[in-house]
């Protein structure tokens, strides 16, 4: 990173010290200080409560920064250069909102010279638990957050955040596994047999309708099963999300990748 970039991170973070507004360190200099992974980015995150995201752009527009409200339902950006810092306030699924248990178990930890509060691990974790682009997977990253701090996490509050998607999270476990063959008894037998009952749960249908939970990871990959008549798990009852969201979420990666087309579902033997 350049001086123009980290004068302008040092000085996103005063702003925000000295505006009263509760935020959170996240990203990759949260992943570093509880990973010792470093990665050189010209982005900056910070995490507020829903109700403070455009607080937060207000603040930096009067501080002379360009901001806009790039999501509605979960992200600003303040531009500067050629870096921006994003004001994430929920997650693209629309699932993982900032509360104050993000506050209430938050780290604190010095980042560019400033002492701040992280984004704990376990909400890191929950967050990237459900990113699995064509172009982006965050598995790595959850790798590396348990293997380093497995012996202090709050695996009870993990399962609740992950809730009714708990599969998403054994998932995850069965892959750590995987990566770190030596190291599996990280993971408490206890998490992974309640997660293993939750199996046998039966299958979900709304109102009739088959759902297709895939759009909680992509925004872009199942589309096609929308066509097909699965129920979109964003939007209510099952999700969170409007209509208008889920549209503008959609069309954005539009314009990044090739949306995969649906044809004719194919048809199934009897």
């Known amino acids: 990173m350049d001086k123009l970039g980290l004068a302008f991170f040092q000085d996103a ?54 901001t806009e409200l790039t999501f509605d339902h979960w992200l600003g950006k303040i531009h500067h250069g050629g870096y921006y810092v994003d004001v994430i306030f929920s997650s693209g699924n629309g699932l993982c909102a900032v509360d104050q248990a993000w506050f209430t178990h938050a780290t604190r930890a010095e980042v560019l010279g400033q002492s701040v509060l992280l984004c704990p691990v376990e909400e890191m974790i929950w967050s990237k638990g459900f990113i699995m682009e064509r172009e982006r997977f965050d598995g790595a990253d ?9 012996d202090r996490m709050d695996w009870r509050r993990l399962l ?3 809730g009714r998607h708990s599969r998403i999270l054994l998932a995850h476990l069965v892959v750590f596994g995987f990566v770190y063959p030596g190291e599996r008894d990280k993971i408490p037998a206890q998490v992974v047999s309640e997660l293993i009952r939750g199996l046998d749960e039966p299958p979900l249908v709304v109102d009739g ?23 979109d798990a964003r939007l209510p009852p099952y999700g969170g999300m409007t209509p208008e969201e889920v549209e503008a979420w959609t069309e954005a990666a539009s314009k990044e990748i090739e949306l995969p087309q649906a044809d004719a579902e194919p048809e199934r033997e009897a």
């Not at 050189?40 to 937060?56: A, I, M, Q, S």
């Not at 959850?142 to 497995?150: C, E, G, Q, V, W």
Request: with cysteine; proline share 4%.
């Open 209 to 231: 309708t088959p759902l297709c939970q895939g759009t909680l990871l992509s925004r872009s990959q199942y589309v096609p099963d929308l066509a097909w008549g699965y129920r």
């Open 142 to 150: 959850i790798m590396h957050l348990i293997r380093a701090n497995a």
């Open 13 to 66: 973070l005063r702003v925000l010290a000295a505006s009263r507004i509760p935020f959170l360190v996240g990203g990759a200099y949260a992943f570093n200080v509880y990973t010792g992974v470093h990665r050189n980015t010209r982005d900056f995150d910070v995490f507020v409560k829903p109700e403070h995201g455009r607080d937060v752009l207000e603040l930096f527009r009067h501080a002379g920064y360009r």
């Open 160 to 162: 609740q955040r992950f």
